[in-house]
């Protein structure tokens, strides 16, 4: 499956971007994932939603972020808000196999700039 993201922009310190990502095949037996990485530092896990829809999120965007998913449009998206300096990066979204919890597949990326 190739996943396209998009959404990624230039905002300003408490506004909110919603990034969405696009399979070119189903993703209801998938679980699905937000990853991020700033300049200089590892990708790191933002968010997930598991094909059950649980959902997990890393301690520093709890409250700010919401991972998503529309099955019947297959994309999963990221709504992000009060955004902050330290939200700045690339964010890629990345899918596992049919009832994988691994994640194989991943997008080119969407690059997010907050500004201060």
């Known amino acids: 499956v190739q996943l396209q993201a998009s959404g990624g922009g230039l905002v300003q310190a408490g506004e909110s971007l919603r990034l969405s990502c696009v399979a070119s095949g189903s993703i209801s037996r998938r679980d699905l994932g937000w990853y991020r990485q700033a300049p200089g530092l590892q990708r790191e896990s933002v968010a997930s939603i598991t094909r059950g829809g649980s959902t997990n999120y890393v301690d520093s965007v709890k409250g700010r972020f919401t991972i998503s998913r529309d099955d019947a449009k297959n994309t999963v998206y990221l709504q992000m808000s009060s955004l902050k300096p330290e939200d700045t990066a690339v964010y890629y979204c990345?899918?596992?196999?049919?009832?994988?919890?691994?994640?194989?597949?991943w997008g080119q990326g969407t690059k997010v700039t907050v500004s201060s």
């Open positions: 990345a899918a596992s196999r049919m009832f994988d919890s691994r994640y194989t597949y």
